[in-house]
């Protein structure tokens, strides 16, 4: 009799519900078009959840949300949706042309006589994790390698030894995202000072 009423107590309690969020804007899918990344949460969606794609977005659902506006609020947000499209597209291709215009620079850096660093900037702009990259570079090439603030406010990653070549053809090769012409290495010297001839 007291495991009756327990089973009629658990049944009663309400059950966690289980949420899918986006990958792309982690917000619930119904909720992806006050994000800014609409297009690209639509796709994601339709590849992953195909189901639920299907029930927020196909043409009979769109038809059944825009029935119960009237006319008015119909070709408000027919004008909304296709502002938010084409603002979202504007910002898509700035993020590429920016992409494509950033540089990634190759510093080789005179620390000592003969001792030398290697400084890499402008990885962070072809949305590449800067820490994962400088833990890559550390492995790859066997040598110390963080990263760290500069006096303009950036971020670079910072490779114990001249290693400028090498890094130069492993990001070439590894990140395919970065094209190769906005790959440039830069040769940092100090000047000697009082070195004239006698």
Known sequence: MAEAA?????????????????????LPPEYCEFGGTVKKCKEWLEKEQPDLYERLYSDDAIEASMATLSVDAQKRAEKDAKKKAAKAEAAEARDHEKKMSSKVLIKRVERNKRKYVTAVSGLEAHGLDLKKVAK?????????????????????????????DDIYDWI??????IPEDNVDCIEDKKKKGGAGPN
Do not use: M, W
Not at 136 to 164: H, M, P, R, Y
Not at 172 to 177: A, G, I, K, M
């Open 6 to 26: 327990n089973e009629e107590s658990t049944s009663t309690e309400p059950q966690a519900r289980h949420v899918v969020y986006c990958a792309v804007c982690s």
């Open 136 to 164: 890559d570079f550390g492995k790859k090439f066997a040598t110390g390698s963080s990263v760290t603030k500069t006096a303009s406010g950036g971020e670079e990653i910072v490779v114990q030894g001249d290693l400028s």
């Open 172 to 177: 070439t090769e590894t990140y395919t995202q």
